[in-house]
């Protein structure tokens, strides 16, 4: 090392990351307590030989500086001789604003002579900037010994997830003594996966036996179903004991993905709005969070029948294409709905679809890659079930309403102030109540037109609504009874001449009417009831009974009346129908009535019964456990004889809403009504004449009909279940 005449000082500076804010303050002079900064070696000693070359000696700041600081550095000692064994002169380290690392580079070279361990001892002194010393000294060992070096087998690596890969840590030469190295995960760039999910280092240091030249280092590639870009992980030599890191000091291991690229789509396929709700956002979402970016397109499909663009029913907020980064679940489309004042009946709709993902391989695009947004006219509100007779739309309405007492769907003024706008083909001429909420205190509804209560909130039926017809001479009659759809009876009960004459037919409507019954008379035969309809498509009441056969006295025109049929009524609820506990919406049919006397209507048939009605529900929910609802059937009259008139049929009781009216007693008894359709209990047939001068009895009424959009739990039906 004698030739060594060269004297050289080397210095690299490390920068801190500029998201660093601490500060110490512009003042020059020193605070109390503790420094807010010092300046020291990195560590107490070094080991390396006489191969080395240049040996850095690390010294380094508590924090990243926040003014320009600098320290002085001299050999103050050691075995070694300057300039024979080593090159280093005495200097300054500077660190500018961030810096946190300084090196003294010292050049140590060979010779040929045979000498023990030589040192050099080094000490920092005189800081600026108000940084204060932290370790002064550093002592560098030049071993006598050339010292062994360790390097990995290969500077890359690469396989498919979950491989792992095979590294080894190399000895160029064996050792006699116990050596090892650390390995460690390098930060920053040079790694791009992420520890405990993408792998696990399980070696941490490398120990190399006396004699031994070769290790392996454990490294873990984890699975996982992400699909993401291959990621990196470089390993590096640190901290060795008795050897030194060689020039291959690091290696770095690529993980090539192999997950299939993830799907994106529409959350779900459609969103029903109101006009005028300012804003309603479309969530776009990966079936799986992807490690990949992407943008996705979107438009508009052109089979919209909304409007784009100001002033019109809607502009789209958010641009296409959304923007997918790495680890994005969800995206989201945000839409303006306008409002207009423009009567609306028919919905409109915005469909917005899907693009290809860019680039391409990033994701795919999954079956749901179109969505629809209803929107809803705000000056218009629909109920009923969509696209059927049964829809209903009007003008929004204000106000809410109540109904009670007696109430005529012929003169009510609440009939008069609302009309359905287009589409309405549920049945002519219905009386119509249009409310923001409804309720329905103790009623008994009459007329000829059937009954619509309609509300965009709720419905609640706080006493008993009665839309029922009555036996009392037929003056009650259930609202829209008795309709032109019911036909005529084809067969009449036949007359005696000089003996009880026929009974009438009970109503038809979802269940059969009974047959009248047969008189004494030659010929005397009862009426037959007409035949079951099909399941109603319109809102309609129930069918009367048919009248008796005149008796042979009087004129005619005496025998015993039908009864009524049933009413219809129809409640719609944009949120919930509450019927009250132990209350009761009652459609059922009146009784026959027996009308002729023992001086005018000698041997007169009874009377048939009439049908029960109709009753549809149909709301968001419903709350009606302990209700009742009931289309019965009535009860016929009994048939005269020569000393006395029959008795009248029964209407329907509300404390037996499973039982249809009873029949008139008397010489042909009146049959019993029928509950409405799936009622397991027949309807009964009117009762015959067994003697001499004894007519037949009506039949009872059939059963009406009772539906809803949904179970009604907890309530009393009298049709036993639902019609379909």
Known sequence: MRGLVLIALFASACSFSPGYTGGRGSSDAMPDGPPAITVGFGSATTLTDENAGTEQVRVILSKPAEEAISVAFAVTGGTANRPNDYLLTDGTLTFAIGDVEKTIDIMVGPDAMAEPDETIELTLSNPTGGAALGLAMHTVTISANVLPRVTFSAPTSSGDEPNDPTIMAMLDVASPLITSVEVNVMAGAGTTATGGTDYMLTTTTVTF???????????DVLPDTMDEPNEDITLELVNPVNILVGTQGTTKHTINDEDAAETVQFTTAATPVREGMSMVNVEVSLVEVSGKSFNLPFSVDGSSTATMGAGNDFTVVTASPLAFPAGTATATIQIAINDDAVIEQIAETIVLTLGNPMPMPNATVGANNSHTVTINDNDV???????????????????????????DTDTSMMCAAAAPLSGWTGGPN?????????????????GSRPLVLFATGSITVADNLDVSSHQASGTVTGPGANPSACGTYSTAPGVASTDGSGGGAGGTFRTQGGNGGTGNGSGANGGLPIAINSV????????????????VSGGGNNGGLGGNGGGALYLVAGDTITITSGKTINASGGGGTALANPDSGHYAGGGGGGS???IVLFANTFAVSGAQLMTNGGGGSAGADDNSIGGSGNDPSTTSPTQGGSGGSGSGAGGSGGRGFGSTTAV????????????????????????????????TISTGDLDP
Do not use: H, W
């Open 209 to 219: 036996n006396p004699n031994e030249t070769s290790k392996p280092v454990v490294l």
């Open 381 to 407: 509100a629909c109920g009923g079930p969509k696209a059927t007779n049964f829809e209903l739309c009007f003008p929004t309405p204000a106000a809410a309403a109540t109904v009670s007492g007696m109430f």
């Open 430 to 446: 219905s009386c119509f109540v249009v409310a923001t909420d409804i309720t329905v205190n103790a009623t008994t509804v009459v």
């Open 536 to 551: 109603p498509t319109v809102l309609r009441g129930g069918c009367p009974g048919q009248r008796g056969a005149d008796g």
């Open 612 to 614: 029960g009605g109709m």
């Open 684 to 715: 009964a047939n009117g009762g015959t004449g067994n003697s001499s001068n004894e007519a037949g009895g009506g039949g009872g009424g059939g059963g009406g009909y009772i539906a809803s959009n949904k179970t009604l739990t907890g309530a």
